[in-house]
Each structure stands twice: as structure tokens, then as C-alpha cells.
């Protein structure tokens, strides 16, 4: 598996790298974008999936960056029946006169059955379409690259990873101890809520833009908390 847009810090996996080595192999490449892959509906983010010819499968979530509710995630499979070979489970009183003329996704499962959660992602698209979906994940961004300057004007603290997407991963100069203490009295206060986590070592705070109500008013009201 590999990951466009890590939990922790929203990396990238080069795919072109770990295509190569899963080809040489025989080995199934799937990817998982399940938060950032909403962002490639923008031309200028999709270097990021640079080498996705090489997938064999693919996964996102728009119910995480694309407005729509839980739960919704999108999956494209390069090749189906690999899928339909593993889970295909036909007794005859499943069966129907209409059978194959359209994929059946029960056999793309365990469960036989699936309520329709393309339906609230296909209202989602024709409600806002793309150029103004464009424009929420374009402002999510920004918000964060906001952020993420404040963090830099202020010595105190340490930008952890490159800002690509809606995410700012900072922490506080010096021990982890200031940053586990800086987050107990954010959290404290309950105006907004952060999550931590840790590479290396190195203990740091998650600030992710996800409202579609957010402005720089609210970026500025969080950073002064």
C-alpha cells in the first residue's frame, strides 16, 4: 500500500518508485488517498500522484475533504474480475435475467447488499460543481499555508512538515514536553480541539482546516488561542 497524503503529516509516496519495485515483483500497488485524494480534483496538485498508472487500485474518501456526510468513499480497481473472483458468491436464488449487463457490486464485497452512497456524492456534484469544489479545496489550502506563516513569525515555534494540503503539523521549540503541555491547555479550554502526533521522536500538533465555513478570522481566533 501506498499513501498519497499520510495522517499524520499529509506526505506523499513517490509512486513511481514503488510501482517500479511492486511490477518487478508481482505485487498488487494500491492506493490509499483517502483524505488528500479529493485535492486532485485541481490540476495543480495532481503532480502529487505522479506514477498512478502503476496502481492497481485506488481509494479516497469524499466524505473527508469533498462536503459530502459520512460515510463515502470512492475505489477504482485497474482490473474488477480480480476482485469479483475473490468475493463472487452466486447461489441460484441470487441470480437474475439481467445478470451482467452491469457490474453487481455485491460480488466487490463481503455483505450482499450496500445502501447508495453514490447518490449523496452525485447531489454533491451537481449542487456545487467542480469549479466551486475547486474553489473549497483551493481555500481550505490556503488557510493552512495562513497558518502556517503565523507559525513562521513567531520563534517560538517550528513548522514539522512541508504544507501541501489542508494540514499545518507545528510543535514548539525545545522538549516535547512544552508541546504535550501546549496542547492539554488548547484542548482544556475547548474553543478548538487539536490532535497530536509523533515522528522520530518528535512530538507535534495537527491543525486541519475542515469546515467549509472556515475564513481567516477563524484561522487568526485559533492561532491566538
Known sequence: VATLGTTSTCAFDNLDEIGDVCQESDVWLHIDAAYAGSSFICPEYRYLMKGIEKADSFNFNPHKWLLVNFDCSAMWLKQPRWIVDAFNVDPLYLKYDQQGSAPDYRHWQIPLGRRFRALKLWFVLRLYGIENLQKFIRQHISLAHYFEKLCGEDERFEVVEEVL??????????????????????NGRGKIHLVPSKIDDSYFLRFAICSRFSEESDIKESWEE
Open 165 to 186: 494540503m489542508g494540514l499545518v503539523c507545528f510543535r514548539l521549540k525545545g522538549d516535547n514536553d512544552m508541546s504535550e503541555a501546549l496542547l492539554r491547555r488548547i
